[in-house]
């Protein structure tokens, strides 16, 4: 009888193992290639909001500034569920198809944790590229409301609450929007009763408070800022930390209510597959785009200041913000519309 293993069938059984190792591998490359994004077909930019906004400004802004170096890019307003379904779109875009997507910080850190959760992962779905702007949203009261009122700044709104619990009425672009979060945080650290007014977006609520049906709102600086600049609007203080390049003699919430601090952010992101070297050139096209100077005077009208944060620190801060929110929402208790 011959021996089970001899030495020549040693050899020839780890001749086979290694062509089988070595053949997997190119297998497993082929199907990784199959499954990425293709960065040779045309770029479709989506933003997950209706046309005319901040995110989709900033878009066409960056497309145009980025074309140079990616080739002709199409701007597709896919607004729908508070932007979950734009961005489930580019989350499960087919290995054909070429995308990125305008996302934001109700995409990415606030919607996963209200409710239902979206119908993607805003962690392990996506690749980030750039930051394209971290903004405050501002507290603003109709001014002759305010004059009426006595009012000139965040600690005098304040007190006039708390001497009056329950009379003035904050309202909000819906419940779970940044708007809404920042209100339920201001009542919260400075203990206020303020009853809480949502309305299906952030326009028709910035409507409402210049007709007087409700008296405060933590609008988007964009939109905002034109109302402010004529006197229409009186803003109080901005959600962020830090002044805003807007706006700089308005101050932050938090130096009337220590521990205030809240963003509206948003940047462009790819599908997961996208391949590390073709996400570098993505992203060094569009900070490029950024900083162009002929956009400059754009990006300043939406109180949008220079950002320099790039794939993985991008993505920690991501994962930061999520955190963050999670809490907020938990703690706050707020449950969408």
């Known amino acids: 009888m011959r021996p089970l293993y001899t030495a020549e069938r040693f050899i020839n059984l780890e001749t086979i193992v290694k062509r089988s190792v070595t053949f997997a591998a190119i297998l497993s490359g082929f199907m990784l290639a199959a499954s990425a994004q293709n960065a040779s077909q045309p770029l479709t930019f989506v933003v997950p909001y209706p046309a005319g906004g901040p995110l989709d400004t900033s878009a ?3 497309a145009q500034g980025a074309e140079k170096q990616l080739g002709a890019i199409t701007v597709a307003n896919k607004p729908g ?3 979950a379904t734009g961005a489930a779109l580019v989350a499960h875009a087919k290995p054909q198809e070429n995308m990125v997507l305008m996302g934001a910080v109700a995409t990415h850190a606030v919607l996963p944790y209200l409710g239902t959760p979206p119908q993607y992962d805003a962690q392990k779905d996506f690749k980030p590229l750039i930051l394209v702007a971290r903004v405050p949203n501002v507290l603003v009261m109709k001014k002759s409301r305010a004059d009426q009122l006595g009012i000139k700044t965040t600690s005098e709104m304040v007190a006039y609450i708390k001497g009056h619990p329950g009379t003035l009425k904050m309202g909000s672009g819906g419940n779970g929007s940044i708007g809404h979060i920042s209100g339920e945080m201001l009542k919260s650290l400075a203990n206020l009763q303020m009853p809480s ?3 299906a977006g952030a326009a028709p609520a ?4 210049l007709g007087g049906e409700i008296d405060v709102v933590f609008d988007n600086l964009a939109s905002a800022l034109p109302l402010i600049k004529s006197g229409e609007l009186l803003a109080l ?3 962020t930390s830090d ?3 807007a706006l700089p003699q308005v101050p932050p919430v938090n130096e009337a ?5 809240v963003s509206t952010w948003f940047g462009v992101f790819a599908p997961a597959s996208l391949p590390d070297q073709e996400a570098q050139k993505y992203a060094y096209a569009f900070q490029g785009a950024l900083t162009d100077p002929r ?4 990006y300043l009208k939406m109180g949008i200041g220079p950002e320099d944060m790039r794939l993985k620190e991008l993505s920690h801060f991501v994962s930061q913000e999520g955190r963050k929110f999670q809490f907020l929402i938990n703690t706050i208790k707020i449950k969408a519309n």
């Open 60 to 62: 066409h802004l960056l």
């Open 197 to 199: 007014v949502p309305y």
């Open 237 to 239: 203080a901005v959600t």
């Open 243 to 245: 002044r805003n390049v």
């Open 257 to 261: 209510v220590p521990g205030f601090d």
């Open 206 to 209: 910035q409507k409402a408070l």
């Open 81 to 83: 569920a508070g932007g």
């Open 295 to 298: 956009f400059k005077a754009e």
